[in-house]
T-cell receptor, first 116, second 113 residues
Framework: EAGVVQSPRYKIIEKKQPVAFWCNPI?????LYWYRQNLGQGPELLIR????????DSQLPKDRFSAERLKGVDSTLKIQPAELGDSAVYLC??????????????FGEGSRLTVL | GNSVTQMEGPVTLSEEAFLTINCTYT??????LFWYVQYPGEGLQLLLK?????DKGSNKGFEATYRKETTSFHLEKGSVQVSDSAVYFC????????????FGKGTSLLVTP
């Protein structure tokens, strides 16, 4: 069974440029998460989807970040314009609703963003 | 709010040494506790979990016991191997935060032959 797939793995851009990250969750997983992991820190939740609905986006910086999950499967996270402080690894994870409460999330390998 | 504090790394051990990585938490109610592991070049994966006080989670020779009296969930392994070299994250989830995982900063472990 394929795991959570993210792309690109690495992205280097100049500040003020836009960037987008894509995530394909495990088939059948209705819950999808985007986390941001700064260097030397643990992952921090940006947004959680239940199917196509964003049920928790309280930590998403809405002035420059946006996300969508059309049809409740793949998801895209966008930053426009990027700032130096956005350099981080962006992690996508998915889970079944039944396992969400037990904390069993399946993570992708992450997209490492460097903003110059 | 909920938070997790784990010991700073990096931790360097020789093969077959005993491992302890300390983790304490702050949360209201009765959180579930987890250890996630990130091997080099791979994504985070669940190592073990405990959902109520005095539960012991175990997997791959690792153990952690949910201690409500000390709000701790320390990770232990009796004899580490080179293949255990990774970054270990303690985490919690609780109903008051919609069961979102709240991670510690991670502890890097390097096991040398």
């Amino acid at each position: 069974e394929a795991g959570v797939v993210q792309s690109p793995r690495y992205k280097i851009i100049e500040k003020k440029q836009p960037v987008a990250f894509w995530c394909n969750p495990i088939s059948g997983h209705n819950t999808l998460y985007w986390y941001r992991q700064n260097l030397g820190q643990g992952p921090e939740l940006l947004i959680r989807y239940e199917n196509e609905e964003a049920v928790d986006d309280s930590q998403l910086p809405k002035d420059r970040f946006s996300a969508e999950r059309l049809k409740g499967v793949d998801s895209t996270l966008k930053i426009q314009p990027a700032e130096l402080g956005d350099s981080a690894v962006y992690l996508c994870a998915s889970s079944l609703d039944s396992t969400r409460r037990t904390g069993e999330l399946f993570f992708g390998e992450g997209s490492r963003l460097t903003v110059l | 709010g909920n938070s997790v504090t784990q010991m700073e790394g990096p931790v360097t051990l020789s093969e077959e040494a005993f491992l302890t990585i300390n983790c304490t938490y702050t949360a209201t109610g009765y959180p579930s506790l987890f250890w996630y592991v990130q091997y080099p070049g791979e994504g985070l994966q669940l190592l073990l979990k405990a959902t109520k006080a005095d539960d012991k989670g175990s997997n791959k020779g690792f153990e952690a016991t949910y201690r409500k009296e000390t709000t701790s969930f320390h990770l232990e392994k009796g004899s580490v191997q080179v293949s255990d070299s990774a970054v270990y994250f303690c985490a919690l989830s609780a109903s008051n935060s919609g069961y979102a995982l709240n991670f510690g900063k991670g502890t890097s472990l390097l096991v040398t032959p």
